[in-house]
């Protein structure tokens, strides 16, 4: 018996956004991405490991990118800190 291909039917937004921030937080089960341009934001949620995957495919295609055209030197910006993480009270 032949194997039968299967097709997923993906609505694309036309819309191609500049990201200009991306927050993210974890729990035991899920990964949300929070991705910001200009005044409109998506949430997404993913499994650990699809964010894993996320991850090293990243990691793969910048290595590719500054091996053909730069390096980035680039660092994470320093975290403030919120009003849950700091001390409240007494």
Partial sequence: MAEQEKQIKVNLDPVLYAISNVNMAFNEDFFDFLFISGNQARQFRSSPEHAKRIYLLLG?????????????????PERRETAQEGKIGF
Wanted: hydrophobic share 30%.
């Fill in 60 to 76: 793969k295609y910048l290595e590719e990118y500054e091996k053909k055209f730069r390096t980035l030197n680039v660092q994470l």
